[in-house]
């Protein structure tokens, strides 16, 4: 559990560190295992997080990372996005004892700016997107979800260029 000591604000937000990529992956692969996608796997689970590890390196191979921690701790994450400028969102991760204090809306804003148009690359729980991406639905007039663009498929020509 997340020390209660620290609260949320103030918070930075800063690029993510190597010593931040095992939190990231496991907090991501872990999160999505959850979510239970994996039990439509022909090889179950073993398969899914071999595939899934394999998604997520692509992802952050190719993309930027924001980190969100306490100013005085920058080593303690609290949440982080995962995204593609100028508008692609692969995922967003906050830890529970911290959510619903404004750290995703936080994330997505330092991560898309004024973007209208975003683009999701995988599902949260609760339908497309991250779970934290309602806090994009009142600003973006467009919000799609285009797995493929994991992989540096073409944009389409909607997309700003």
């Known amino acids: 559990m997340s020390d209660p000591a620290v609260q949320p604000d103030p918070v930075v937000l800063r ?3 190597p010593a931040d990529r095992d939190f ?5 692969r872990r ?3 959850r979510v239970g996608r994996w039990a439509s796997c022909p090889g179950g689970l073993q398969e899914y997080i071999a595939t899934q590890a394999a998604v997520i390196a692509t992802c952050l191979a190719s993309s930027d990372v924001l980190v969100a921690c306490p100013p005085e701790r920058p080593e303690q994450i609290l949440g982080w996005c995962c995204f593609r400028p100028p508008a692609t969102v692969h995922y967003v991760y906050v830890k529970p004892y911290y959510r619903r204090m404004g750290l995703a809306t936080r994330l997505l804003r330092g991560a898309l700016g004024d973007a ?4 999701i690359t995988h599902m ?7 779970d934290g991406i ?3 639905m009142t600003k973006a007039e467009r ?3 285009n797995p ?3 992989f540096g498929a073409q944009r389409q020509e909607w997309m700003p260029r």
């Open 134 to 136: 309602s806090a994009l």
């Open 15 to 17: 690029p993510w560190t």
């Open 143 to 145: 919000i799609e979800y």
């Open 116 to 119: 209208t148009c975003v683009w």
């Open 31 to 33: 999160n999505y295992e």
């Open 148 to 150: 493929a663009l994991i």
């Open 24 to 28: 990231i992956e496991s907090t991501w």
């Open 124 to 130: 949260g729980q609760r339908g497309p997107g991250c």
